[in-house]
């Protein structure tokens, strides 16, 4: 059923000049293929590729609860402008996700980054974390998220049940990964078609409120910088809750290798996508504050909800709806594109084999995807997912900020590598520096749960010693990861 896509050897860099010592010819090498080759197909378009960025990007947050900005600075305008600002940054963060995908034509994202610039060690500390916390931690919650809205309608007098929404949340999970094993190119039609219904529940609260502008219903912008003083440590932490809010930008570099003419449409798809996202969370914030006090925002469940009880009547039982087709999208997205992180780390020797093996029929990575399928309902079904998520939030923008700095270091290690798409020296320089703040800030603010977070993360070390560099491993320690 399965063929292997590529000999697994640990990366010394060498494909950084097209080489390929010791594998396959990749997709972008300029190397004929041997005939017979299995390999992912280059079917993400441009389209598909925004639909990617969108549609993982914007999940429930925008819609249920868009307050820890407006707690952490106090007054309506500076919560617009953080938005704003926040939007700016992560587009910084994107453009130097965009350098990299057009000069390292490889598929793994942060991993593959962080494998040439840094060496195995960190990339595969950043995979382990990925792998058995990370992802089925995040994609457990925003399940949740899926499974609570898509019972909303139905439970309108009452509370859910808790049980009811675990398992269409499991049965939602399931679905996703049957879809991402099945096809590359339906799941990234259904993505398409999940993004446009974000965009329009995104609009069906921007036009209400661009029309409450047009009545003069500004009341709440009076004043719009006063109100509690932002304090010294409030305002990091409102831009720590709208990087996280745009977190997301960065996946489609972790199907490089499948998009249609990458030193085009990566750097396209970006750009798009960030503007589109950015312009649609300051509008529809701005929607909120047409209709709904601060006061009342930061009492509010769900805002988008009342936000549409209060001047769509009956209409506001289609959000609920949208909700959960946005955290479908979000779940979809996250797990077509960090199924490639596990595909290329197998590939370079770091997981097991077997999660570098591509589906003979089907071109789908479907060991590297179904893998997360019982670590997210481990999650699902046991632990505080959200405490998890806590310890280990100071991670991700701890290897973001690491990849955006190995940028800055490969114009000085590899100056004369062909870059299709560069920027600016200042913006990597700014936006490093903005991630490894922020990694700062959440060990001094809250230094018990950033540090069992960061404990977590160096569990990595000693398994990467004794899962990759111990040669003389048990016969049936080596059978067992499939060596």
């Given at each position: 059923m399965f063929r292997k896509a590529a000999v697994t050897t640990v990366s010394n860099g060498s494909y950084l000049q097209g080489q390929a010592n010791g594998r396959l010819p990749s997709m972008d090498s300029g190397q004929p293929a041997r005939e017979g080759k299995v390999v992912l197909k280059k079917k993400v378009t441009l389209l598909r590729g925004i639909s990617i960025i969108i549609g993982t990007i914007i999940g429930a947050g925008i819609f249920i609860s868009?307050?820890?900005?407006?707690?952490?600075t106090?007054?309506?305008g500076m919560?617009?402008?953080?938005?704003?600002?926040?939007?700016i940054l992560s587009l910084f963060g994107a453009l130097c996700y965009a350098e990299l995908g057009t000069c390292i034509k490889k598929s793994g994202g942060h991993y593959t980054y962080i494998l040439e610039a840094f060496g195995p060690l960190p990339a595969f500390v950043r995979v382990w974390v990925e792998l058995l916390i990370i992802r089925p931690a995040a994609t457990a919650v925003i399940s949740l998220a899926f499974g609570r809205y898509i019972l909303e309608p139905f439970f309108m007098q009452c509370e859910i049940p808790e049980l009811?929404?675990?398992?269409?949340?499991?049965?939602g999970i399931t679905l996703v990964m049957v879809l991402n094993s099945t096809s590359v190119s339906w799941s990234a039609r259904i993505q398409i078609f999940l993004t446009f219904c974000k965009l329009v529940a995104i609009l069906i609260i921007i036009v209400p409120g661009v029309?409450?502008?047009i009545k003069g219903?500004?009341?709440?912008?009076?004043n719009a910088f006063a109100g509690n003083d932002a304090s010294v440590m409030g305002l990091p932490l409102a831009f720590y809750s709208g990087m996280y809010a745009y977190s997301g930008w960065f996946y489609l570099n972790f199907v490089t290798e499948e998009v249609e003419n990458p030193e085009k449409n990566i750097p396209l798809a970006i750009c798009i996508s960030m503007i589109i996202v950015t312009v649609g969370y300051v509008l529809t914030n701005v929607a909120y504050f047409t209709t709904i006090s601060a006061g009342e925002l930061l009492l509010s469940k769900a805002v988008a909800v009342t936000f549409a009880e209060r001047l769509m009547g009956n209409f506001s039982l289609a959000v609920p709806v949208f909700v959960a087709l946005s955290c479908f999208g979000s779940m979809n997205g996250g797990i077509f594109a960090v199924s490639r992180m596990f595909f290329v780390a197998s590939r370079e020797g770091h997981l097991p084999e077997i999660l570098s093996m591509i589906h003979v029929r089907k071109h789908t990575p479907l060991p590297a995807v179904i893998v997360l399928h019982p670590l997210t309902m481990i999650m699902l079904f046991s632990g505080d997912l959200y405490s998890l998520l806590n310890f280990l939030s100071f991670a991700r923008w701890l290897f973001i900020g690491l990849v955006v700095a190995g940028l800055i270091y490969l114009r000085y290690k590899h100056p004369d590598m062909p870059r299709p798409f560069k920027v600016p020296l200042f913006i990597p320089a700014l936006f490093s520096f903005t991630c490894l703040f922020m990694v700062a800030l959440s060990l001094y603010?809250?230094?018990?749960n950033t540090g069992i977070g960061f404990a977590?993360?160096?569990?990595?070390?000693?398994?990467?010693?004794?899962?990759?560099?111990?040669?003389?491993?048990?016969?049936w320690f080596r059978k067992l990861l499939g060596k």
């Open positions: 868009p307050k820890g900005i407006l707690k952490n106090g007054s309506v919560s617009l402008t953080v938005w704003t600002a926040c939007g009811a929404v675990k398992l269409i949340t499991a049965v029309i409450q502008l219903e500004t009341q709440h912008f009076k603010s809250d230094p018990v977590i993360t160096l569990t990595g070390v000693p398994a990467y010693y004794l899962f990759i560099v111990w040669d003389k491993k048990p016969k």
